[in-house]
């Protein structure tokens, strides 16, 4: 199976959930692997992002759900430092000899060490030592370095040292008062989680009009009340001037566009990702620019005429999901093993491949904002015959007895000749439980005619989907 030390079928760069899957693909295909991981195998999401995030944000959750019912209640705050160690333990105290023993009994070879392209089915990879080991690849190189946080060019910002998604979610110490640029998942996320967790003073700079700016409006406007309700200051069109902090450790002022200034102890940046192709030695193989590297349904790199080199995951920038990059991991193994058979393109892997703009995701606030396919104004722009069906959740009688005063709304993208969903938005408590059925109907185009028969049980927040097939005229 191996020609040779440091030569295998397969070389995956990048050991985040997307590549460990891509690799796990090739190996139960018949292929050997190396994965390369300059950082923690587990990569952003286990140890910076969506596991301690949400591990953060499920305390505040329980507690809003207390109390939004009667007869419960809370014995006291929140403690911050049981929530903090529990949030340690679900990223293994950023240890990753669990995950690197995963990947050795897929099984595959992991090497520790930042890896570079070094010419076609070239891997060069600089180790913990300085030193340097070459890897060969028979038949692919599979990239799979993800994104980095952005950081904008606001004068003063970055000599800061502000937070990003990683020193939020692997916070010890909750600073009393906290400013947040930016309006976006993260955002919104951290900012609820830290404000729950001690950051009494809040304030968020959305430079838009409305929170989650992609999504339908009403998810952004339902979740700007509530973030306001619990006291977080939210501020829409306010743009960082400049930002100060003379001393390391003391307190950080912002300067705004219309001459205003919030002070805080800490500046959280959540303003966008940019994919990981800094230095990764597209060079060596005739590719330039800062990415996303370009790719077919079979994730193959279009620019490189060997069709030896893949990127999957945020690298190429079709969704910038973890579970999207995962879904894109899985075909492109199986393209690999495949086609180190020599079996034709026509393969099983590529015959059903997913409308990326069917990617379903969450915003883990509360309320949780979910949503699959296009939104009203992503659909009409495509041209579709579009019909709009929006529900109120506090009308369905399973919404009252989750909660008092349930607040939440459900809307419906149709197409309209085809009659079949294009897109659903939902904004409630506890919404992301009815997410995955949304996603079936979308992404497998199912009638509404059909979909009426499927009948949702009472009571539960889920007869919404009567609700809306009913307005619909169903």
């Known amino acids: 199976m191996i020609d040779g030390e440091g030569v295998f079928d397969v070389i995956v760069i990048g050991a985040g959930p997307v590549g460990e899957t891509a690799a796990k693909r090739a190996v139960r295909g018949g292929l050997t692997a190396a994965v390369v991981e300059e950082r923690l195998a587990g990569g952003e999401c286990a140890y910076y992002a969506c596991i301690p995030s949400k591990a953060l944000l499920r305390p505040m959750e329980l507690a809003h759900e207390v109390e939004r019912l009667p007869g ?6 929140i403690d911050t430092a049981a929530v903090l160690a529990r949030r340690d333990q679900a990223v293994s105290g950023l240890d990753d000899a669990g995950q690197v023993s995963w990947i050795e009994n897929l099984p595959a070879t992991f090497v520790r060490g930042r890896g570079r392209l070094a010419g076609p089915l070239s891997v060069e990879v600089t180790t913990p030592d300085g030193g340097t080991r070459t890897l060969r690849a028979r038949h692919a190189v599979v990239l799979a370095t993800g994104s980095d946080p952005l950081i904008p060019a606001v ?3 970055r000599e ?4 990003t998604n990683r020193e939020a979610t692997a916070v010890q110490q909750v600073p009393k008062r906290l400013v947040v640029i930016g309006g976006g ?11 729950s967790l001690g950051a009494q003073e809040t304030t968020m700079l959305v430079r838009d009009r409305r929170l989650l700016s992609r999504m339908e409006p009403f998810a952004g406007d339902l979740l700007a009340e509530s973030l306001r309700r619990s006291g977080i200051d939210v501020r829409f069109g306010a743009s960082p001037a400049r930002v100060e902090r003379p001393l390391p450790d003391g307190p950080v002022t912002v300067h705004l566009e219309d001459g205003s200034r919030v002070e805080a102890d ?9 994919v990981g192709v800094g230095d990764i030695g597209l060079d060596t193989i005739g590719l330039e620019g800062e990415g996303p590297i370009d790719v077919d349904a079979s994730m193959r790199a279009t620019a490189v005429p060997e069709g030896w080199l893949y990127a999957v995951g945020d690298v190429n920038g079709l969704d910038l999901l973890t579970h999207m990059g995962k879904y894109q991991a899985r075909i492109c193994g199986d393209v ?3 086609r180190a058979q020599g079996l034709p393109d026509d393969l099983p892997a590529l015959r059903d491949v997913a409308d990326h703009l069917g990617a379903p995701q969450v915003i883990f606030t509360d309320p949780q904002v979910c949503a699959v396919g296009r939104t009203e104004s992503q659909a009409r722009a495509e041209g579709f015959p579009v019909r709009v069906v929006e529900v109120d959740l506090a009308g369905v009688p399973g919404a009252y007895l989750q909660a008092d005063d349930y607040t939440g709304r459900v809307k419906m993208i149709v197409d309209e000749d085809r009659r079949v969903l294009l897109g659903v938005t939902l904004a409630g408590p506890a919404v992301l439980d009815h997410l995955h059925a949304a996603t079936i109907a979308v992404t497998s185009q199912i009638p ?9 049980v ?7 989907w009567l609700h809306l097939l009913e307005e619909y005229g169903l």
């Open 155 to 157: 004068p003063g910002l």
């Open 266 to 274: 800490e500046i959280l940046v959540a303003t966008g990702r940019r």
């Open 72 to 77: 419960l209640e809370l014995r006291g705050p």
């Open 185 to 195: 998942a993260v955002a919104c996320e951290m900012s609820q989680a830290l404000h």
């Open 160 to 163: 800061a040292e502000p937070w």
């Open 336 to 338: 690999i093993a495949a």
């Open 458 to 464: 009472f009571p539960s927040v889920s007869e919404f």
């Open 448 to 456: 509404l005619d059909r979909l009426w028969h499927a009948v949702p």
